[in-house]
């Protein structure tokens, strides 16, 4: 069983499309963190939320981190082929080490043109 | 900067045979990850060390593995003897130890060595 549970695991859509990716646990976290990881390259940070309830924004990504700290979410807005990859949700315990990340199971998305 | 630095950037192998990956961090980072990715696992953190001294292993799956960090610049990661389930791509990645007063930190992932075991 995964600490960090991402759905979907898989979500296809056409470009100019809305799409939310969930990254969910009943762990509390003192910090999230959003990768995206392209084929053949390690994962690249898009953002990282520190206070419950945080909303930041990036472009057309928007990303809020929940009250509790325990969930999060990412939504893309006018989606675009250049958005095809797949996004990684990392979290830092609030119980543990704040270096250590743990990741979640990743979200594959495909945007078709 | 280069970046995180990985070599090989695919390594093919027989079971049985030792295995040693090797990364470069980026200057001046003092903290250094050691991930496996599958499509079963996901993203897995094998061990991680801060100012070249290993501070946490208990991600690495069995004593057939390694690590090793000699100094601030170089660390690998040796599997002896591999195994076909030791098949994936690892991982390593770097960090700073963050702003003053923040707890969170940004990790740079190098570009990965796809190991295969025949």
């Known amino acids: 069983t995964q600490l960090l549970e991402q759905s979907p695991q898989f979500l296809s859509i056409q470009e100019g499309e809305n799409l939310t990716v969930y990254c969910n646990s009943s762990s509390v976290f003192s910090s999230l963190q959003w990768y995206r990881q392209e084929p053949g390259e390690g994962p690249v940070l898009l953002v990282t939320v520190v206070t419950g309830g945080e909303v930041k924004k990036l472009k057309r990504l928007t990303f809020q981190f929940g009250d509790a700290r325990k969930d999060s979410s990412l939504h893309i807005t006018a989606a675009q082929p250049g958005d095809t990859g797949l996004y990684l949700c990392a979290g830092a315990l609030a119980r543990g080490s704040a270096r250590q990340l743990t990741f979640g199971s990743g979200t594959q998305l495909t945007v078709l043109p | ?118």
Request: aromatic share 12%; glycine share 8%; charged share 20%.
């Open chain 2, 1 to 118: 900067d280069a970046g995180v630095i990985q070599s090989p950037r695919h390594e093919v192998t027989e079971m049985g045979q030792e295995v040693t990956l090797r990364c470069k961090p980026i200057s001046g980072h003092d903290y250094l990850f050691w991930y496996r990715q599958t499509m079963m696992r996901g993203l897995e953190l094998l061990i991680y060390f801060n100012n070249n001294v290993p501070i946490d292993d208990s991600g690495m799956p069995e004593d057939r593995f390694s690590a090793k960090m000699p100094n601030a610049s170089f660390s690998t990661l040796k599997i002896q003897p591999s195994e076909p389930r030791d098949s994936a791509v690892y991982f390593c990645a770097s960090s700073t130890p963050g702003t003053s007063g923040s707890s969170y930190n940004e990790q740079f992932f190098g570009p990965g060595t796809r190991l295969t075991v025949l």
